[in-house]
């Protein structure tokens, strides 16, 4: 197996497709409120194919890669004149004007924490061509376990015994792991392939799918979605055609992660206002009927805003310089591991689910214990966690909705 320490980066990789330069080549379906609201009237499904309606077809060149944990995410440029959207067309919420946006790929072949989480060797032609040939026995008799099942839709499968460690340092498929039901340890590559592929194509379906259903927040909560994509030429001909898809999303430029408030905001005095503000962006992204799994520092940005000061100290003068005051909002990303309310899930049960798993705490206690450890002194102000108890109810059972 594949130790956590001998996996190379995706990035260092010799067949590495998404180098900074390289011209990505793809078809682009423009997301409408039409496909939202389907979405959003069918929670529990995942997002569907692409519309049927004509793609626009762009290039992108990649500036840089981002991250290559469950999805491969990069930074590119529009670089062949097409115009990205200045405002949301649901809430009318203004978006910047740039060429600047983040391509999150469903490409197994260089999500490094997905295929680490598998014990996938890392991506080779050779691979690819194993994965092929097992992908010509039959479909009946192709797979031990299904990541399909809609009674338990997240059947993955882990070497990991207990489930008590995943083998990612990024922990973002911990939830995975811990719902192991069959060891892949005896699998071909090619049979491990294929299964990542269907984890892959989940993760994307489900990620989608929730951001149809934010629709009404994106571009101020979560990052505003411009399109699904499809890429129209991967690797080589020899190989296959190889089916990858992904969404091109707003690119939120300044900003940074929870995890790295003590480097970028050393004022400790404002350490409660952005806590209090991340704690409330998972309350809203709740209240609109989605549990996510994944919450965690790294997944909630922090974006610098300026707001001018309503009084000025000489209104009346030409000459007065307008002053603004330094402001934080908290934006949510990353929902791969996420789901909505169910079809057959009543309020209560889903309130009580939400409860249980404690999406407010998980950034809550997890910051105030992070920026404790930062703060220059025992005097120094810092963020302190309250609990907000909203999704308490009189009747609940701690003893019948913990594990």
Known sequence: MVKSDNVASAVEQEHYAY???VVIHADLYVENTTSMENDADNP???????????PISISLTVVQTLSTTLSCVLLVDVSDGYQLPTSSPVTS???????????KLCDRRFSAGLREDYD??????????????????????????????EDDSWRYCSSDEDGSASKSRRKKSTNMAKKKRVSNEHWSSGHREAYIEQVAQKLYRTEVAIYRQL??????DVPF???TVRLQKVGRRSLGKL?????????????????????????QTRWQEVGEAAVKVVQVVGDYGILNDDVRLDNILVVPTREEDEKQADADSEDQPERSTQRFKTVMIDFGIARAQRKNETDDEFRRERRRCDEEGAVGYVLEKHLMKAKQSSNCPHFKYRPSRRLDRPWDNDEEDNW
């Open 19 to 21: 180098r900074p330069g």
């Open 44 to 54: 529990i499904h995942e997002a569907e194919d692409p519309p049927e309606q004509s």
């Open 93 to 103: 919420t203004p978006l910047p004007s740039t060429s600047k946006a983040v391509l």
């Open 120 to 149: 996938a060797a890392i991506w080779t032609p050779q691979v690819e061509r194993k994965h092929r040939k097992f992908m010509t026995i039959p479909e009946d008799v192709r797979f031990a376990c299904s990541a399909n099942s």
């Open 215 to 220: 629709r009404e927040l994106q571009g101020e």
């Open 225 to 227: 979605i411009y399109g």
């Open 243 to 267: 089916d990858v898809r992904g969404m091109l999303m707003q690119y939120i430029d300044p900003s940074f992660s929870l995890r790295d408030i003590p480097e970028r905001i050393p004022d």
